[in-house]
């Protein structure tokens, strides 16, 4: 079985953390890589995701944002606005290696 929908970084403090991972839906598969981005602007992603035009060069499609759910923990959240994919990262069943993130896909809200 092959694994999609995924990130694997580097390390486990992923606010500092590099990461390659893929996004497949049914119309493509997305090779990503994760760099970690940081700003003074408290809007700003953690990390910008970035794939690979068809000619080889790397091309900046989303970001990767740290938010807090109600019970004020954190969680991060995956945007690729051109493909209108918004997913949040999690862990996979059963799995307990904390540098590997499932893509979660999500519906944007109207």
Same mark, same amino acid.
């Given at each position: 079985?092959?694994?999609?929908?995924?990130?694997?970084?580097?390390?486990? *403090?992923?606010?500092? $953390?590099?990461?390659?991972?893929?996004?497949?839906?049914?119309? #493509?598969?997305? +090779? /990503?890589? @994760?760099?970690?981005?940081?700003? *003074?602007?408290?809007? $700003?992603?953690?990390?910008?995701?970035?794939?690979?035009?068809? #000619?080889?060069? +790397? /091309?900046? @499609?989303?970001?990767?944002?740290?938010?807090?759910?109600?019970?004020?923990?954190?969680?991060?959240?995956?945007?690729?606005? #051109?493909?209108?994919?918004?997913?949040?990262?999690?862990?996979?069943?059963?799995?307990?290696?904390?540098?590997?993130?499932?893509?979660?896909?999500?519906?944007? #809200?109207?």
């Amino acid at each position: 079985m092959t694994t999609t929908n995924f990130i694997q970084f580097d390390a486990d *403090d992923f606010d500092a $953390a590099k990461g390659k991972g893929l996004i497949s839906t049914i119309e #493509r598969d997305l +090779d /990503i890589a @994760v760099v970690p981005f940081s700003s *003074d602007n408290e809007k $700003a992603p953690t990390h910008r995701v970035y794939a690979k035009s068809p #000619r080889g060069h +790397d /091309i900046e @499609v989303g970001g990767i944002w740290k938010k807090k759910n109600a019970e004020g923990k954190p969680y991060y959240t995956l945007s690729i606005k #051109r493909l209108s994919f918004n997913a949040n990262l999690g862990r996979f069943p059963g799995q307990d290696d904390p540098t590997l993130q499932a893509i979660i896909e999500w519906e944007p #809200r109207d």
